[in-house]
């Protein structure tokens, strides 16, 4: 089953924007990963989020967390066209093993 | 470093056919899994090792089987392929101090 569910399924924005996507999960985490995914390649690691944390900066990325909702968003501001990819969210509730659990992804199209 | 390599890139395969999906990583991470993505889902755990000679099931287990006899290998079997297998397979590694480096993926097909 999909622990993480993102939203929106598919989002298409002007370069030059923001673009936030979000994503919600059912049960305790040790922390919550974003991962990107440009077409038919592999995963590339974003950024994590602990639980104990509430907020995270990487660059253009902001990721915030709530566990009392369940939820975490992802902005990318400043979009460019180079950003298009689908973005996913991962929950890791081993705290040890990385076993991750994926949601099934935003698609994020910057026009340019 | 080269990262997480994976091999074949494309395999087709026929129904009741076997093969193994190849795995290697050279950063000396501990922990390695694989992972299918199916169209317009996310991906799913099949496997995960946590360190040579240790393996575990994840999700998605059923009709693959894995080994881990060296740090850097993690070879995924399927027995008797079936077409409910078709899909994306992702290597991925990682250490307690790193987050997961993905594989560029193997594409199967199962006729």
């Known amino acids: 089953s999909q622990q993480g569910e993102e939203d929106p399924q598919a989002l298409s924005i002007q370069e030059g924007e923001n673009a936030t996507m979000n994503c919600s999960y059912k049960?305790?985490?040790?922390?919550l990963q974003w991962y990107r995914q440009n077409s038919g390649r592999g995963l590339v690691h974003l950024i994590l989020i602990r639980s104990n944390e509430r907020e995270k900066h990487s660059g253009r990325l902001r990721v915030t967390l709530d566990t009392s909702k369940k939820s975490s968003s992802l902005l990318i501001t400043a979009s460019r066209a180079a950003d298009t990819a689908s973005y996913f969210c991962?929950?890791?509730?081993?705290?040890?093993?990385?076993?991750?659990?994926f949601g099934s992804g935003t698609q994020l199209t910057v026009l340019p | 470093n080269a990262g997480v390599t994976q091999t074949p890139k494309f395999q087709v395969l026929k129904t009741g056919q076997s093969m193994t999906l190849q795995c290697a990583q050279d950063m000396n991470h501990e922990y390695m899994s694989w992972y299918r993505q199916d169209p317009g889902m996310g991906l799913r755990l099949i496997h995960y090792s946590v360190g040579a000679g240790i393996t575990d099931q994840g999700e998605v287990p059923n009709g693959y089987n894995v080994s881990r006899s060296t740090t850097e290998d993690f070879p995924l079997r399927l027995l008797s392929a079936a077409p409910s297998q078709t899909s994306v397979y992702f290597c991925?590694?990682?250490?307690?101090?790193?987050?997961?480096?993905f594989g560029p993926g193997t594409r199967l097909t199962v006729t």
């Open positions: 991962a929950t890791d509730t081993s705290g040890s093993a990385r076993q991750l659990t």
């Open positions: 991925a590694s990682s250490s307690s101090r790193s987050s997961e480096y």
């Open positions: 049960t305790s985490i040790n922390n």
